[in-house]
């Protein structure tokens, strides 16, 4: 077995620790770009229907869903844009936080208005935000 020689010793246990870190941090980022994916496509398509469209698919107000559209645009950039460009790395934990109370109430009007099995999605969004908000924040 050849050994590769390093100025100071690396033990089995700090180089297994890398990998788990690094596992962990590609599985983040994973998250986070599916997470980014499904807000934008949910917030640029509330953008981009009009009020009279909004209004017939939907209980609550227009007004409420292109504003919910904008956070959703906003936050999806949030996840992913600190960590890309290294700064302000702080606002990801942040962005996925504050999408996940949006999140929770689209389950609960979901579940409502058409039934568990259309919850699905929502919820699993839910619980990939939360996943972002505590692998960050431990980070």
Do not use: N
Request: glycine residues 6%.
């Amino acid at each position: 077995m050849a050994s590769t020689f390093t100025a100071f010793p690396v033990s089995t246990t700090t180089r297994e620790a890398r990998s788990r870190s690094r596992k962990a941090g590609a599985a983040l980022w994973t998250a986070q770009g599916l997470t980014a994916a499904i807000f934008l496509i949910a917030g640029a398509s509330k953008l981009a229907m009009s009020m009279d469209m909004l209004a017939a698919a939907s209980p609550l107000p227009a007004l409420l869903l292109k504003f919910v559209g904008v956070c959703e645009v906003v936050g999806a950039l949030g996840l992913v844009l600190p960590g890309i460009f290294r700064i302000r790395q702080s606002l990801t934990p942040l962005a996925a936080a504050l999408l996940a109370p949006i999140v929770l109430v689209a389950t609960i009007v979901t579940v409502a208005t058409m039934g568990v099995a259309m919850a699905v999605l929502p919820f699993v969004t839910l619980l990939l935000s939360l996943t972002i908000v505590f692998g960050r924040t431990r980070s």
